[in-house]
């Protein structure tokens, strides 16, 4: 079956440095989509990537879908506390989608 | 964006017992998704909860032990049967809407079985 897989598992940083998650499907994806939960909390949808090799930019996050549509990354510059929390894709074929295990970012003030 | 409420927020259960866990959407869905995140890892998709047919579970979830109700569009149930720790996690309910048939997800439901 269809699998999705994120590095890294966990990330400490400091306050102020950038942040990267990457995630692998082990089959090409119709689209994949970025979730973010904080701790305590649900899941909350962040994007989606459709076309292959698009980025898309929401403020400090760049999401990248890779042009073979298998792999995708979100990068946070510079990161705040604010954007603590477990980030985890979820990468869609054939009308099922699958969460990737995530990543929880952990930031230093 | 739909809002979704779950109730019970939280349980206690023993070993054996059953605990059923509501989800109230307030606009009318086709389909809702029940997941189960257990502590520290991702969402597994139990089942999808169709309204008037019966639920499609996913490889390693049956339905003598997750049974779900899907009575109208706006309202499902998911019951955890015969409980065991093994079944402590975080049970959440959610449902497809939007542009992107993103997921909106339920606030959850803490089970810890002792």
């Known amino acids: 079956g269809q699998q999705v897989m994120q590095i890294p598992q966990y990330q400490h940083v400091q306050e102020g440095e950038d942040f990267t998650t990457y995630c692998n499907s082990s089959?090409?994806?119709?689209?994949i989509q970025w979730y973010k939960q904080r701790p305590g909390g649900h899941p909350v949808f962040l994007i989606q990537?459709?076309?292959?090799?698009e980025v898309k930019k929401q403020k400090r996050l760049t999401f990248q879908f890779g042009e073979a549509k298998k792999n995708s990354s979100l990068h946070i510059t510079a990161t705040q506390t604010t954007d603590v929390g477990t980030y985890f894709c979820?990468?869609?074929?054939?009308?099922?989608?699958?969460f990737g295990g995530g990543t929880r970012l952990m930031v230093k003030p | 964006s739909a809002v979704i409420s779950q109730k019970p927020s939280r349980d206690i259960c023993q070993r054996g017992t059953s605990l059923t866990i509501q989800c109230q959407v307030d606009?009318?869905?086709?389909?809702m998704f029940w997941y189960r995140q257990q502590p520290g890892q991702s969402l597994t998709l139990i089942a999808t909860?169709?309204?008037?047919?019966?639920?499609?579970?996913e490889s390693g979830f049956v339905i003598d032990k997750f049974p779900i109700s899907r009575p109208n569009l706006t309202f499902s149930t998911l019951t955890v049967s015969n409980m065991s720790p093994e079944d402590s996690s975080i049970y959440l309910c959610?449902?497809?809407?939007?542009?992107?048939?993103?997921?909106?997800f339920g606030p959850g439901t803490r089970l810890t079985v002792l």
């Open positions: 959610s449902v497809t809407e939007g542009v992107y048939n993103e997921q909106f």
């Open positions: 089959t090409t994806l119709s689209n």
């Open positions: 990537l459709v076309k292959s090799g």
């Open positions: 979820a990468g869609n074929a054939g009308n099922m989608l699958t």
């Open positions: 606009s009318q869905v086709t389909m």
């Open positions: 909860a169709n309204q008037g047919s019966e639920a499609t579970y």
